[in-house]
């Protein structure tokens, strides 16, 4: 009983505020005293200031951290919030609306380990960068079947808020995860899905315990394979770049289908703009997308000769060699992407032949075409790389090398050969 209230009140940290102070009055009447106002600073991007002068267009204000008198523009300050806003949850409530405020209330919750906050109809997110206690079942417990001020701000709050409109309006309702990389929108994307997922799953397939706090759930088919989906689509098109290592490399918009009664009936996920030419080349300290490494780490030995695997550095498509990605295992990885696979219905003969395809775009990047003596026309003088990627894909090495460097196009009716040079094989 005492781990429950433990994890619980681990739980709670992130997600409640403590603001018993900001009701004092002496923090009132010390904030009215001052008179504090918001002006730009290069370091901190705003700090604290009061008013202790006004000369026409200009003011004279005291900086906060360390006392010292500067001469600012009128334009250039901006109002501070009474004490009682301090870590308010929902940013549309503050009596003064500014950048510098938005900002302040936003790095305050953050530093006191609340990384969502409303404006609006929005709900803020700022990465912690760490995994915090606040996507357990029992978290989703708590907020299904709440409205939206009833509880702290959260990405669960959203979703149960878009499902419950669905169900009430009889009208189908958005979820838009946007931000720079890095920001987050992966992560809340899933556990959007996550939450979709525990609410709306099947009665049939449904087993709670008549315990509120021990709630387990084993979800259906359907439900497994929604929340199954991402590994793959992380696998095959997420990678590590200087900002993020679990970058989304495309974008995607995921539908998810209720029937009549909520309950989840299928989905379907949509993707775009892919980033290919992160295959082929990659930039210093980055990473090809995550599949790659996951192969050639986590393959047995028995695949690993079947697909003609080598080691990182024998490959030019992996420019930067193995780039391992801190407290992540690609081995384990590879598992999980297998595991998902086979939940998703994939067969075995299916997954060797798209492991086969990802091997063969490793060997496309070890291919060497050179310019023959006399002529601009390419040739290849070693096939290794041919034959082997052929043999993957089930290709006659013949007919390829002659469709690389001698390929058929049309010409009005006729079909003729054409020399490719170096730079066009």
Partial sequence: MAVRNSSKDDAERYLFADRGYVA????????????????ASERHGFEAASMKEERGDEVVVELAENGRRVVVSKDDIQKMNPPKFTKVEDMAELTCLNEASVLHNLKDRYYSGLIYTYSGLFCVVINPYKNLPIYTEQIVEMYRGKKRHELPPHIYAISETAYRSM???????????????????????????????????????????????????????????????????????????????????????????????????????????????????????????????????????????????????????LSNGYLPIPGQQDKDNYQETMESMKIMGISNEEITCMLRMVSAVLQYGNIVFKKERNTDQASMPDNTAAQKLCHLMGLNVTEFSRAILTPRIKVGRDYVQKAQTKEQA
């Fill in 167 to 317: 169900l009430q309006d009889r009208e189908d309702q958005s979820i838009l995860c946007t931000g720079e990389s890095g920001a987050g929108k992966t992560e809340n994307t899933k556990k959007v899905i996550q939450y979709l997922a525990h609410v709306a799953s099947s009665h049939k397939a449904r087993k709670e315990h008549t315990v509120p706090t021990t709630v387990s759930v084993s979800y259906g088919e359907l439900e497994k394979q929604l929340l199954q989906a991402n590994p793959i689509l992380e696998a095959f098109g997420n990678a590590k770049t200087v900002k993020n290592d679990n970058s989304s490399r495309f974008g995607k918009f995921i539908r998810i289908n209720f029937d009549v009664a909520g309950y989840i009936v299928g989905a379907n996920i949509e993707t775009y703009l892919l980033e290919k030419s992160r295959a082929v080349r990659q930039a210093k300290d980055e990473r090809t997308f995550h599949v790659f490494y996951q192969l050639l780490v986590g393959a047995g030995e028995h695949l690993k000769t079947d697909l003609l695997l080598e080691s990182f550095n024998n490959y030019r498509f």
């Fill in 24 to 39: 004092s009055p002496a923090t009132q009447a010390d904030w009215t005293a001052k008179k504090l106002v918001w002006v």
